[in-house]
């Protein structure tokens, strides 16, 4: 985690991208289509708990600072599921 550093919290979409291609190319395999519909369940999941998580400390707060995970569920939140 990064909270000491002054960089965006939540991934963007090309980040999660760029990390499931170089995880693939290490691993030697590319995910199966099975395999990329539950990794992109997951992060989708990690990024709305993650927004539930931010809205619990800030609950009047009605425009979400970039880099967040709010900021990013309301944006690209369905785009995930199609990682």
Same mark, same amino acid.
């Given at each position: 985690? *990064? ?5 965006? &919290? =939540?991934? *963007? /979409?090309?980040? %999660?991208? %760029?990390? &499931? %291609?170089? $995880?693939? #190319? =290490?691993?030697? !395999?590319?995910?199966?289509? @099975?395999?990329?519909?539950?990794? !992109? @369940? =997951? #992060? *989708? $999941? #990690? &990024? =709305? $708990?993650? !927004? /539930?998580?931010?809205?619990?400390? %800030? ?6 600072? !970039?880099?967040? $995970?709010?900021?990013?569920? *309301?944006?690209?939140?369905? #785009?995930?599921? /199609?990682?």
């Amino acid at each position: 985690m *990064t909270w000491n550093l002054d960089v965006p &919290i =939540a991934p *963007t /979409r090309d980040e %999660a991208r %760029a990390f &499931i %291609a170089e $995880y693939e #190319a =290490a691993r030697g !395999a590319s995910f199966t289509k @099975a395999e990329r519909a539950m990794l !992109a @369940a =997951a #992060a *989708t $999941y #990690a &990024i =709305a $708990y993650s !927004a /539930r998580c931010e809205n619990c400390l %800030a609950l009047d707060e009605e425009q979400y600072p !970039a880099g967040s $995970y709010r900021e990013l569920l *309301t944006r690209d939140g369905e #785009a995930f599921l /199609r990682l």
